[in-house]
């Protein structure tokens, strides 16, 4: 299940502000793009893309266009083709990572989706039908609950830097750095995404591997290394580091069972709230060591 029965229900009200928001209002140039996306993605990708000279640029070009022009559309369990998504104008997390990881792929940048789960503010309702999904439809839709999570995004790979870089189409980010502060660090997030300060931290991140699965473990990297690195790499002295590093070991093997089918995530409930307090407590070693800084 990616990102479906998760979203049709959790992030209803992100739809709704994103909706009342509304799209950046289309110009002449961009209704060309759209209708071209229609007809032929590879030259849509080309032209809104033109003057970039990196994956970085060409991804960021894409990315920011799908996000200021497609909506968001609750899940509504539908399995359509890239095609499909361009002609409804829209679509959840997984649709519109679908229509950017296409489009790239026309650029042949190397691009690769990946799944999270998250902690999420906590909602009892939520929680209750996630069990009555979970017990309807299997294992795969306790990727959500009382206080966590799903969401699908990209990760893209940078020839020149030698790694892969996230990108985001439903929020509009691109780049590590702009992941971080989008989606773990202890500030104000920077997201288009209505639904960012609800979204508190991930505790699972697996990219697809060849044959479709979420399988390879990008936890670590991004929740032990990046997040350290963004404090100045001091983040690690705090006493909660090693707890926080070992619950997201157990978490995250848990996340990757529930993305297979064979793990049930709402028997961790205790281990996720258990994570979500021990990242309050770097928050607090954070904002405490930030501000020593500056005095």
């Given at each position: 299940?990616?990102?479906?029965?998760?979203?049709?229900?959790?992030?209803?009200?992100?739809?709704?502000?994103?909706?009342?928001?509304?799209?950046?209002?289309?110009?002449?140039?961009?209704?060309?793009?759209?209708?071209?996306?229609?007809?032929?993605?590879?030259?849509?990708?080309?032209?809104?893309?033109?003057?970039?000279?990196?994956?970085?640029?060409?991804?960021?070009?894409?990315?920011?266009?799908?996000?200021?022009?497609?909506?968001w559309k609750?899940?509504?369990?539908?399995?359509?083709?890239?095609?499909q998504i361009?002609?409804?104008?829209?679509?959840?997390?997984?649709?519109?990572?679908?229509?950017?990881?296409?489009?790239?792929?026309?650029?042949?940048?190397?691009?690769?989706?990946?799944?999270?789960?998250?902690?999420?503010?906590?909602?009892?309702?939520?929680?209750?039908?996630?069990?009555?999904?979970?017990?309807?439809?299997?294992?795969?839709?306790?990727?959500?609950?009382?206080?966590?999570?799903?969401?699908?995004?990209?990760?893209?790979?940078?020839?020149?830097?030698?790694?892969?870089?996230?990108?985001?189409?439903?929020?509009?980010?691109?780049?590590?750095?702009?992941?971080?502060?989008?989606?773990?660090?202890?500030?104000?997030?920077?997201?288009?995404?209505?639904?960012?300060?609800?979204?508190?931290?991930?505790?699972?991140?697996?990219?697809?591997?060849?044959?479709?699965?979420?399988?390879?473990?990008?936890?670590?990297?991004?929740?032990?290394?990046?997040?350290?690195?963004?404090?100045?790499?001091?983040?690690?002295?705090?006493?909660?580091?090693?707890?926080?590093?070992?619950?997201?070991?157990?978490?995250?093997?848990?996340?990757?069972?529930?993305?297979?089918?064979?793990?049930?995530?709402l028997e961790?409930?205790?281990?996720?709230?258990?994570?979500?307090?021990?990242?309050?407590?770097?928050?607090?070693?954070?904002?405490?060591?930030?501000?020593?800084?500056?005095?």
């Amino acid at each position: 299940m990616r990102c479906t029965c998760a979203l049709a229900i959790a992030f209803v009200t992100a739809f709704c502000a994103r909706a009342e928001a509304g799209q950046k209002p289309r110009t002449v140039q961009d209704e060309h793009l759209y209708q071209l996306a229609k007809t032929d993605l590879k030259a849509f990708a080309k032209e809104v893309s033109q003057g970039t000279d990196s994956e970085l640029g060409e991804t960021r070009a894409i990315v920011l266009w799908l996000t200021q022009h497609f909506d968001w559309k609750e899940t509504d369990y539908q399995k359509r083709t890239v095609q499909q998504i361009v002609e409804r104008g829209g679509g959840n997390c997984n649709d519109l990572a679908m229509v950017a990881l296409a489009a790239m792929k026309e650029l042949n940048i190397k691009v690769r989706r990946v799944h999270d789960v998250h902690i999420r503010t906590e909602s009892p309702d939520r929680g209750e039908r996630a069990r009555a999904l979970v017990k309807e439809k299997g294992n795969t839709c306790s990727v959500f609950g009382r206080h966590h999570n799903d969401h699908v995004w990209l990760e893209v790979y940078d020839s020149k830097a030698n790694d892969w870089f996230p990108a985001d189409p439903w929020s509009g980010l691109v780049g590590t750095e702009d992941w971080l502060k989008a989606r773990v660090w202890f500030g104000q997030r920077s997201s288009v995404n209505p639904d960012a300060p609800d979204m508190i931290v991930p505790f699972g991140i697996f990219a697809e591997d060849a044959g479709g699965n979420f399988t390879i473990d990008r936890t670590r990297h991004y929740l032990v290394d990046e997040f350290d690195r963004l404090y100045g790499n001091r983040l690690h002295e705090s006493a909660a580091w090693p707890q926080w590093v070992a619950k997201l070991d157990l978490l995250s093997k848990q996340v990757e069972g529930a993305f297979a089918g064979s793990v049930n995530l709402l028997e961790y409930e205790g281990d996720i709230d258990s994570l979500s307090a021990i990242y309050e407590r770097l928050r607090v070693a954070g904002e405490a060591r930030s501000a020593s800084n500056h005095e």
